[in-house]
């Protein structure tokens, strides 16, 4: 049977998902790991931890279906984004991993933009530099540790090292090297006069190519140890966010998708690098020469619907939950939840940020908090919404992922939110999909991403359709949840 791999390494577990060229899953393998915290504002991870770990999801995978192993045409990867990992001639990590969640770099941003002024630094990035992004995390290090900085032979993504690990050959691919702050976006290519200017040697960085590329094929090394055959096609694979747009088929100019997770973004395809001027978007690299993808970016998103079942409710489960908030009219009378229980990415950029629940009264109970959590959510993703349509994208629909998907709730917000029809995908697993689409592609089985897209993604038949009543009420209650902010900005 033939099939192919797409290795999604997370930021709390490692998948391997093998799918046959109809984009169903037929053997997987997941291995958890943890987030180290040295100090309350920083986080790490130690690579041989991660690299072990993928070792074991790929020896689950072929576990459960060994005679997958003759069948595997080709290995893609979809990785945590931002993440500096540091090498030295030996190849062998020099201290963990800083990831994107690490926020240690506020002071270093500072000084980066007094050596690159933030609006020139912009035009070429064409995003705002954000603490975890690997470029800030360098200069920590560099002016922190620099007996580490010294023994720096090559920098890179984490996904970078475990495919490193797999076909022995450094590299990286456009749409991870994107979110490092070290890329020049409109040329795809390392922003290298910035870097000088930082004081960056241009030998520190891996040679880039797209997420479809061949990176090389797997060792006799990694197949003694995995159990995966020598010799086998690898590709450079991608960040996840792009590969999950992959596994979603948005591959065209206006192709959109609202992901709710732990935290939760808005995404686009695009055909040209359209930014953000104020810099309140992300916009990267997507997984082909001619692809950019635009994203908001919040930071509060499952996550608050979770502190409220565990922390205030003390409720059993989700289900129960938007069970009895499914009663509540749309706009839950008046009760808006402001989410920036994490600070907060687009618009703000404030890591300051708070929640708020504002407008309650004695008529309002439990059902009404869950709703307007959840529409509170989705609020926020309405403002990247906005962002988006006066930048020029518009769309005619949305894919909804992540676990938000699975709840008709949240669905039915969304589409009244963005008045515009919900669809969702038949796979479970879009970024592994994705990973895997860039190997079947890169291998020649399918031509192009557009001929991988029409074989491997197939979206459910149900749709969900705006209620034109919901959609005037959070039009109106939209534009008193986006005063919340700025009404309570210096308190915070």
């Known amino acids: 049977m033939e099939c192919f791999v797409g290795i999604d390494l997370g930021t709390s577990s490692v998948r391997a998902v093998a799918v046959d060229p ?19 504002n920083q986080a790490e991870q130690d690579m041989e931890q991660l690299w072990q770990a993928t070792i074991r999801a790929i020896r689950k995978m072929l576990g459960t279906a060994p005679e997958i192993r003759e069948g595997i045409r080709g290995i893609g990867y979809s990785g945590q984004m931002h993440g500096l990992v540091m090498v030295d001639a030996d190849g062998k990590p020099i201290r963990n991993a800083i990831i994107w969640a690490d926020q240690r770099t506020g002071e270093t941003i500072r000084k980066i933009y007094e050596v690159v002024p933030e ?94 590329e061949q990176a090389g094929v797997i060792t006799e090394e990694c197949a003694g140890q995995t159990g995966l055959k020598k010799g086998t096609f690898v590709a450079f694979g991608g960040g996840d966010s792009l590969m999950m747009e992959l596994g979603n088929g948005m591959i065209k100019s206006g192709r959109m998708a609202s992901t709710i997770g732990t935290a939760c973004h808005l995404t686009c395809a695009l055909d040209a690098p359209l930014y953000d001027p104020s810099l309140r978007t992300n916009t990267w690299c997507h997984g082909g020469e001619t692809l950019w993808s635009i994203m ?29 908030a499914e009663k509540i009219p749309a706009g839950s009378e008046g009760l808006l939840f402001l989410p920036y229980l994490n600070g907060e990415r687009t618009p703000h950029n404030d890591p300051d940020a708070k929640a708020v629940y504002l407008g309650m009264t004695l008529k309002h109970t439990k059902a009404h908090l869950i709703r307007s959590t959840m529409e509170g959510i989705v609020y926020s993703m309405k403002e990247s919404y906005a962002i988006f349509q006066s930048l020029g994208i518009t769309a005619d629909r949305v894919i909804a992922a992540g676990g938000g998907a699975k709840s008709p709730l949240f669905r039915q917000i969304q589409a009244d939110m963005y008045n515009c029809p919900i669809y969702t995908n038949q796979g479970k697993e879009q970024a592994s999909i994705g990973a895997a689409m860039t190997a079947a592609v890169g291998s020649g089985y399918f031509r192009d991403y557009e001929e991988a897209c029409e074989s491997m993604v197939k979206l459910n038949e149900e749709v969900t359709e705006p209620i034109l009543e919901n959609v005037k009420k959070y039009e109106e209650e939209f534009l008193r949840f986006k005063e919340i902010y700025h009404a309570n900005k210096r308190l915070f």
Not at 131 to 159: C, D, H, R, T
Not at 298 to 322: C, P, Q, R
């Open 22 to 40: 109809l984009g169903r899953t037929i053997a997987e393998g997941q291995c958890e790991y943890d987030i180290m915290k040295p100090e309350l």
């Open 119 to 212: 609006e020139q630094f912009g035009q070429v990035f064409c995003n705002r530099l954000s603490a975890g992004f690997l470029l800030p995390s360098l200069m920590w290090v560099k002016e922190n540790e620099p007996q580490n900085y010294e023994k720096i032979y090559k920098v890179m993504l984490p996904k970078d090292y475990i495919r490193y690990r797999m076909c022995g050959e450094w590299g990286t691919d456009a749409s991870d090297a994107s979110s490092t702050g070290m890329w020049d976006m409109k040329h795809r290519t390392w922003a290298y006069e910035i870097l000088e200017k930082l004081g960056i040697s241009a030998d520190l960085l891996v040679e880039s190519h797209e997420a479809y």
């Open 296 to 324: 908001g970016a919040h930071l509060s998103g499952g996550v608050a619907l979770k502190w409220l079942k565990n922390n205030i409710l003390e409720y059993g489960s989700f289900d129960d939950m938007t069970a009895i």
